[in-house]
């Protein structure tokens, strides 16, 4: 009997696989959209326009799902350059709004503290920040308001974590942490979170002791370092 494949494996393989028809689907939907078959009437636009955005979205997913396997096997992928974290959260940020638009849900920025530039894998770290700010909000009900602050942590103040906070009120029994068969549907985005934030030295707590806390995400500050003269 054949070895079985690893987890690690099998992403990879299922990824390969999905990749080539979610890249067909993105290609057909630009022709139509470029008149390529004749024109398209501004429903039909629309509505391949929402098929384009969603096989984008999907093909995102796939390949952070795949750069997280990748991390956890130890292969190194990030490419760290400094970066403006609250930039990088700002673009995490805008990737979610339609989402959270759509749920009638606000998400406010609060005070954040001077930073210094960090050495971070920008790309990555924002598809990290946009997953988990899906995941954490997807079972709140319509017109929740979340807070996303920022702070220093760390015994020395050497760390800074991006906290994703809901107000008491909102919570009367309708955002609990996942269990059993409901925490299935989070799997793949803490996965590809914790994967991502481990890779850059950090730590991801969902959903901890702290009951307004959806999650908290520390990352180390590592001071610039400069050669001799």
């Known amino acids: 009997m054949p070895e079985s494949p690893s987890v690690d494996q099998l992403i990879s393989l299922i990824g390969h696989d999905l990749s080539n028809p979610l890249a067909t689907i993105t290609g057909y939907a630009d022709l139509l959209l ?32 795949l750069d997280a396997s990748r991390l956890a096997q130890g292969r190194p992928l990030l490419q760290a350059d400094p970066a403006d974290l609250r930039s990088l959260v700002a673009e995490a940020i805008d990737q979610t709004k339609p989402y959270l638009s759509s749920r009638r849900q606000t998400l406010d920025v609060g005070g954040w503290p001077a930073l210094p530039l960090l050495r971070v894998d920008r790309r990555r770290l924002a598809m990290a920040i946009h997953l988990l700010l899906r995941a954490a909000t997807r079972d709140a009900p319509a017109g929740t308001a979340f807070t996303l602050a920022c702070e220093w942590a760390g015994p020395s103040a050497n760390a800074v974590a991006i906290i994703l906070r809901v107000p008491p009120a909102s919570l ?47 990352l180390p500050v590592i001071p610039e370092t400069h050669e001799p003269d």
Do not use: N
């Open 172 to 218: 009367a029994g309708d955002i609990d942490a996942p269990t059993g068969a409901s925490s299935q549907l989070y799997a793949p985005t803490l996965f590809i979170g914790e994967a991502i934030v481990q890779a850059h030295g950090g730590k991801l707590t969902w959903m901890g002791a702290d009951c307004c806390e959806m999650f908290r995400l520390e």
């Open 34 to 65: 470029e008149g390529y078959w004749g024109p398209l009437t501004a429903a039909q636009a629309e509505q391949v326009t929402i098929i384009r955005a969603s096989a984008q979205r999907a093909a995102a997913l796939l390949g952070a799902l």
